[in-house]
Antibody
Framework: EVQLVESGGTLVQPGGSLRLSCAAS????????MSWVRQAPGKGLEWVAN????????NYVDSVKGRFTISRDNAKNSLYLQMNSLRAEDTAVYYC??????????WGQGTLVTVSS | QPVLTQSSSASASLGSSVKLTCTLS???????IAWHQQQPGKAPRYLMR???????KKGSGVPYRFSGSSSGADRYLTISNLQSEDEADYYC?????????FGGGTKVTVL
């Protein structure tokens, strides 16, 4: 059974930093492009970032460029999202998922990030 | 980048069918999309990959009553024999040069 388990979400002050993690099991992690997708309270899904199988390519939505960094450790079957200079509008549930074009798309259960003073 | 347009809501009676539409923006009518379901309070779930030809491949465990079809820039998700657990938000997704885009989602209500 494929499992993607996110962690690291919490309450953080505006301007603060946070690192999210996603632990993968049940799939050959190193062969999948991976994504972070977020959902603000009461809103729809928004793609945030993705990373190529070997980490050599990373893509970001414009609103997080220069503030967020996606990374992965294939030896640990783990995906990360370093979030700096956090803003209130970054408040959301953050989901780890295999990229949409993969033949089997898997989603994690999500982790909540709240940016508030 | 492509833009995906979805109706905000749809409703149908228990046991009937509902057809959801996702429209690709001009110049992107041949793009492949994915459909995802999000039940209330839960994480999204992948339903299927749908091509411009109308061919689709469903994810593991997706019930038979879910099917896909295409016409021009429109991509459809049809849910037959609607069940109470099908009451959810449905999102389409596409990608271009490894940039991913989601539609705004359609909320399906089972009457």
């Amino acid at each position: 059974e494929v499992q993607l388990v996110e962690s690291g979400g919490t309450l953080v002050q505006p301007g603060g930093s946070l690192r999210l993690s996603c632990a993968a099991s049940g799939l050959t992690f190193r062969t999948y492009w991976m994504s972070w997708v977020r959902q603000a309270p009461g809103k729809g899904l928004e793609w945030v970032a993705n990373i190529k199988v070997d980490g050599s390519e990373k893509n970001y939505v414009d609103s997080v460029k220069g503030r967020f960094t996606i990374s992965r450790d294939n030896a640990k079957n783990s995906l990360y999202l370093q979030m700096n200079s956090l803003r209130a509008e970054d408040t959301a549930v953050y989901y780890c998922a295999t990229a949409g074009w993969t033949l089997d798309v898997y989603w994690g259960q999500g982790t909540l990030v709240t940016v508030s003073s | 980048q492509p833009v995906l347009t979805q109706s905000s809501s749809a409703s149908a009676s228990l046991g009937s069918s509902v057809k959801l539409t996702c429209t690709l923006s001009s110049g992107h009518s041949t793009y492949i999309i994915a459909w995802h379901q999000q039940q209330p309070g839960k994480a999204p779930r992948y339903l299927m990959r749908l091509e411009s030809s109308g061919g689709y491949k469903k994810g593991s465990g997706v019930p038979y009553r879910f099917s896909g079809s295409s016409s021009g820039a429109d991509r459809y998700l049809t849910i037959s024999n609607l069940q109470s657990e099908d009451e959810a938000d449905y999102y389409c997704e596409t990608w271009d040069n490894n940039i991913q885009v989601f539609g705004g989602g359609t909320k399906v209500t089972v009457l």
